[in-house]
């Protein structure tokens, strides 16, 4: 007779064996994730930050009063607007958009100057912004050749304020600025 032998029972495999099976599994998974963001994140760089054009035009306003104020108070500069400046795309993706603007990104900044200003008070102006600033912990970033000049830039919001004199027509200029942001979709300037 032929008798038919029972399948041998199944038997779970070891729970050690089951553990590395999923580790390996989440591993993979893992894996796979961080290579997606690390290559999304290599094709467009760091992304810009949300910025309201409104609310940095208002910082940006603030400080020009500040300024003024610093330099001697009177008001003999002539109105400021806010204008935008054009921001790139960043990452590999900016080799597929060489000198092109992105519209959804924008720089704001604030130029103004004044004529025949004498040395001296230009000075005593100077002096007075930069205590200002790094009492106010602005960081100094950068000296104009002529010592006549700088650059300071705020630690937490990037933006940054350049004040110059030039001795050729006594003129002193100054640019309040801030970094490239992601402005609201509809933004008109």
């Known amino acids: 007779m032929n008798s038919v032998q029972p ?3 199944a038997t779970a495999p070891p729970s050690g064996a089951r553990l590395l ?3 390996l599994v989440l591993a993979g998974v893992a894996l796979l994730g961080a290579m997606s963001w690390g290559g999304y994140r290599l094709w467009n760089g760091a992304p810009y930050p949300e910025v309201d054009p409104n609310v940095v035009a208002m910082r940006l306003r603030e400080q020009a009063e500040r ?3 610093d330099l001697d108070g009177r008001s003999r500069f002539e109105a400021r607007h806010v204008d935008t400046g054009a921001c ?3 990452g590999l993706r900016s080799f597929a958009h060489i000198d092109e603007a992105r519209r959804d990104v924008r720089s704001f900044d604030l130029d103004w100057r004044a004529t025949d200003v004498p040395q001296a008070t230009a000075r005593a102006g100077q002096e007075r912004i930069r205590n200002r600033l790094s009492q106010q ?3 100094p970033t950068d000296e104009h050749p002529s010592g006549m000049g700088f ?3 705020h630690p937490d919001t990037g ?4 004040v110059g004199w030039y001795e050729a027509t006594g003129t002193l200029a100054v640019s309040i600025y ?5 402005v609201p979709d509809g933004f008109d300037e």
Do not use: L, N, Q
């Open 7 to 9: 399948a041998p029972a």
């Open 21 to 23: 099976r999923t580790a």
């Open 67 to 69: 300024v003024e104020e």
């Open 88 to 90: 790139y795309y960043r």
């Open 137 to 139: 912990g602005w960081k």
């Open 178 to 182: 801030a970094p490239c942001g992601k």
């Open 159 to 162: 933006d940054k304020v350049d």
């Open 151 to 153: 650059r300071f830039e």
